[in-house]
């Protein structure tokens, strides 16, 4: 009797919206339910959000490229055959003086700003207060920034040129950029390095603890050496995203293609239908160098991702 009373004060107990499978009321228990832990999905990275555009896409971005002509025609003081002959003239001018130098910039801020944030990242995983404390805020302070106030205030504190020895040096406009660009680079690569190291198994530290090794040693033989081939993708990441923003540069008067597509339309006497097509050079040549750069992170990514 006893049992059969409380068998029938459980099924008494009911859950809200319980099913059990297989029966097709609802479930009755006075134990807790515990459901399943979701785990949060990381959001998609700019390289994976530029690769995994739909086709369409590219038509939406190009329709005023498509539709300029009919406003050309429409205005008619420029024919489309005359704009584009008066674009191709500055076409050699503007690639070789202009993109390559986009690239230029782009290496020499990412060699600064890897070279750099590889040792912020190293210093954030320090065992050394006086050494993690420091790096861990000049890593929040640049990698949490707009990168065009930090250009503004490269460019305001560096000095236009330094006397070293009687010698006068003056500092160009273009290094301040990449000294400018450099910084938030090397804020977030110092994340993809502290993650990196953080992202291999704690065992892996006490068994070279137990060998004997030291803390330097198991850092640079052990660990180090697994995590490149995992902070080659988000690396390649920043580098396309830095050559995306070097336009930004412009702001600066360094002479790069934004800049100097600006010059070449103020020598044709401004014409505004000249907009489009210098403008849209710029931006195919940009995603022409970055777009293979994308493709190659998420081939990257998937071949090292961290099976769990």
Same mark, same amino acid.
């Given at each position: 009797?006893?049992?059969?009373?409380?068998? +029938?004060?459980?099924?008494?107990?009911?859950?809200?919206?319980?099913?059990?499978?297989?029966?097709?009321?609802?479930?009755?228990?006075?134990?807790?339910?515990? %459901?399943?832990?979701?785990?949060?999905?990381?959001?998609?990275?700019?390289?994976?959000?530029?690769?995994?555009?739909? !086709?369409?896409?590219?038509?939406?971005?190009?329709?005023?490229?498509?539709?300029?002509? =009919?406003?050309?025609?429409?205005?008619?003081?420029?024919?489309?055959?005359?704009?584009?002959?008066?674009?191709? %003239? !500055?076409?050699?001018?503007?690639?070789?003086?202009?993109?390559?130098?986009?690239?230029? &910039?782009?290496?020499?801020?990412?060699?600064?700003?890897? *070279?750099?944030?590889?040792?912020?990242?190293?210093?954030?995983?320090?065992?050394?207060?006086?050494?993690?404390?420091?790096? !861990?805020? =000049?890593?929040?302070?640049?990698?949490?920034?707009?990168?065009?106030?930090? *250009?503004?205030?490269?460019?305001?504190?560096?000095?236009?040129? &330094?006397?070293?020895?009687?010698?006068?040096?003056?500092?160009?406009?273009?290094?301040?950029?990449?000294?400018?660009?450099?910084?938030?680079?090397?804020?977030?690569? $110092?994340?993809?390095?502290?993650?990196?190291?953080?992202?291999?198994?704690?065992?892996? !530290?006490?068994?070279?603890?137990?060998?004997?090794?030291?803390?330097?040693?198991?850092?640079?033989? &052990?660990?180090?050496?697994?995590?490149?081939?995992?902070?080659?993708?988000?690396?390649?990441?920043?580098?396309?995203?830095?050559?995306?923003?070097?336009?930004?540069? $412009?702001?600066?008067?360094?002479?790069? &293609?934004?800049?100097? $597509?600006?010059?070449?339309?103020?020598?044709?006497?401004? +014409?505004?239908?000249?907009?489009?097509? =210098?403008?849209? =050079?710029?931006?195919?040549?940009?995603?022409?160098?970055?777009?293979?750069?994308?493709?190659?992170?998420?081939?990257?990514?998937?071949?090292?991702?961290? %099976?769990?």
């Amino acid at each position: 009797m006893a049992a059969r009373r409380t068998r +029938h004060a459980i099924a008494g107990a009911q859950i809200p919206g319980a099913q059990i499978p297989g029966i097709g009321r609802a479930a009755t228990t006075d134990l807790p339910v515990l %459901k399943p832990l979701s785990r949060p999905v990381a959001g998609p990275t700019a390289t994976q959000w530029l690769a995994n555009l739909p !086709w369409w896409t590219v038509l939406v971005l190009m329709a005023p490229i498509l539709l300029w002509p =009919f406003y050309v025609q429409a205005a008619g003081k420029f024919t489309v055959m005359t704009a584009f002959g008066t674009l191709g %003239k !500055w076409v050699p001018f503007l690639f070789m003086s202009g993109f390559l130098f986009n690239i230029l &910039i782009s290496m020499f801020a990412m060699l600064f700003g890897t *070279l750099a944030g590889a040792a912020l990242g190293l210093g954030q995983v320090s065992k050394l207060t006086v050494i993690n404390r420091p790096s !861990w805020f =000049f890593t929040q302070l640049f990698r949490n920034s707009p990168w065009l106030v930090i *250009l503004f205030i490269v460019l305001l504190a560096l000095p236009f040129e &330094i006397v070293i020895f009687g010698y006068i040096i003056s500092i160009p406009d273009w290094m301040k950029a990449v000294f400018g660009l450099s910084l938030p680079i090397m804020a977030n690569i $110092s994340e993809i390095v502290r993650g990196a190291v953080q992202s291999v198994p704690t065992a892996q !530290w006490e068994a070279s603890e137990s060998l004997a090794f030291t803390r330097r040693q198991t850092m640079w033989r &052990i660990i180090l050496p697994q995590c490149f081939k995992r902070m080659i993708p988000p690396w390649m990441n920043w580098y396309a995203i830095l050559t995306m923003a070097t336009p930004l540069c $412009s702001l600066l008067g360094v002479e790069e &293609i934004i800049t100097l $597509s600006r010059q070449a339309m103020e020598a044709e006497n401004n +014409h505004p239908e000249l907009l489009v097509p =210098f403008y849209s =050079f710029a931006l195919v040549l940009f995603f022409i160098y970055c777009y293979p750069i994308a493709r190659i992170t998420i081939a990257l990514e998937r071949r090292y991702a961290v %099976k769990l």
